[in-house]
Nanobody, 115 residues
Framework: QVQLVESGGGLVQPGGSLRLSCAAS???????????MGWYRQTPGKQRELVAT???????NYADSVKGRVTISRDNAKNTVYLQMNSLKPEDTAVYFC??????WGQGTQVTVSS
C-alpha cells in the first residue's frame, strides 16, 4: 500500500522560506520514478487547490499564485518529492498535501506564514 508522508511544515515569517518533503513508501524506486507527483494545499472552508506538479520526466507545472516563488523537485533514488517555497506570504498559509500518480494522498503538513 502506497503511503505518502509529508514533513517540513511550520511557522515562518512573511518573506521567509520553507522546504517541504514527501517520502513515498510501499513502492519501488522504479515505480516511483514513473509517477507524476504533486503538491496541493487547502484552507478551512475552501477546496483543495493545486500548488505544483512534476512529471516522471521532470516537467513541472505551477499555480499562478506561486509561480516564481516555488520549486518542485524529486529525488527518485529516495522516493521523495520536495517543495521549496520562498518569499512566503500570509496567503500561503494552508495545509499542504502530497499527491502521487497512484491517486494517493499524504496526511498533510501545516504551513503558517505570520509575523
Amino acid at each position: 500500500q502506497v503511503q505518502l508522508v509529508e514533513s517540513g511544515g511550520g511557522l515562518v515569517q512573511p518573506g521567509g522560506s520553507l522546504r517541504l518533503s514527501c517520502a513515498a513508501s510501499g513502492m519501488s524506486a522504479s515505480i516511483f520514478s514513473i509517477l507524476a507527483m504533486g503538491w496541493y494545499r487547502q484552507t478551512p472552508g475552501k477546496q483543495r487547490e493545486l500548488v505544483a506538479t512534476i512529471s516522471s520526466g521532470g516537467s513541472t507545472n505551477y499555480a499562478d499564485s506561486v509561480k516564481g516563488r516555488v520549486t518542485i523537485s524529486r529525488d527518485n533514488a529516495k522516493n521523495t518529492v520536495y517543495l521549496q517555497m520562498n518569499s512566503l506570504k500570509p496567503e500561503d498559509t494552508a495545509v499542504y498535501f502530497c499527491w502521487s500518480g497512484t491517486n494517493s494522498w499524504g496526511q498533510g503538513t501545516q504551513v503558517t506564514v505570520s509575523s
